[in-house]
């Protein structure tokens, strides 16, 4: 497996970015050790005729097509010189560290001293980016460029200038960035979205209580109507009984203060009456008014209004 090294560093040369590991290296797995394939060796030697007649940006092509041909630590140093002596400081930092990273105890101390002293060179002449992304698993792209998968704990060398850092999780995000040598930018990146408290379902009277409330609303104005009726009545049939004057006073047995006390009984029962159906018919019209306007919109049925025979036609949907 080649690795993300492999992918960025097989880019074109105007490369501004490098990829990264999350565990905090710059470089992919080390690849197995392979006998070089024919062509390899031919692109190789290519390389090296590119490099002698100072050809870099042709020679720093073979390199990676030779590297990729067939993976070795050795090629990475060509690759990273060729890259440092094309003026791509970010890829040559990158291809040196991995030089010494896959070469481990292969790589002699000259050569670590050489590479080392090269790396702390080049890292004046780039910028440093951090990325913090809340989502693990985002893609990263510098100018289009892949530089690994979130969490990316490495610090990315970034050649100097305007820069697009874009991040691709549950959601899309783009940074444009004015990158500048020897500085350090940290971009934090948000792309989970917060999650919103789950709202109880809105308060509704039960269907049964505000039927309830309108049959007993109904039975108190029936009653009041029959009751307050029947006091006018008695009221009416008293007025043509009274004796006007001191000296006149209604018949023997014409039953007239039984009247009056039946009608007075009738007319604080409908008052009574009057006050219970003024309670309930405003809690019908309550408890209505509420579960109409906590009623979601998709429960809401439709309606069509439209004129028959006998009127004015509410037709209740679907239709």
Known sequence: MRGAISAALALALGLAAVPARADGSRCGPVPPITEPTEEARAVYESAKEHARHDRYDEALAAYQRAYDLSPSYVILFNIGKAAELTGDAARAIVAYECHLEHGGADVDATRQAEVTAAVRALEKKVGLIALQIDEPGARVTIDGTPVGVS?????????????????????????????????????????????????????????????????????????????????????????????????????????????????????????????????????????????????????????????????????????
């Open 151 to 319: 969490p990316i704990q490495a610090l990315l060398p970034v050649n100097p200038g305007k820069r697009l850092v874009q991040v691709q999780g549950s959601r899309a995000e783009s940074r444009a960035i004015e990158v500048v040598a020897a500085e350090r930018l940290v971009l934090e990146f948000t792309l989970a979205k917060p999650v919103a408290p789950e709202r109880p379902p809105p308060f509704r009277f039960p269907s049964g209580v505000v039927g309830a409330a309108w049959i007993l609303t109904g039975l108190l104005g029936a009653s009041t109507a029959v009751t307050g009726t029947l006091a006018i009545i008695g009221a009416k049939d008293i007025e043509g009984e009274v004796y006007l004057g001191p000296a006149r006073m209604p018949p023997p047995g014409s039953g007239l203060e039984e009247k009056i006390e039946r009608t007075e009984a009738l007319s604080v029962a409908a008052d009574a009456l009057l006050t219970a159906l003024l309670i309930t018919g405003s809690a019908a019209i309550t408890f209505s008014v509420v579960n109409a306007v906590n009623t979601p919109a998709e429960a809401t049925p439709p309606v069509k209004v439209g004129v028959g025979p006998g009127g004015v036609v509410l037709q209740v949907g679907p239709f």
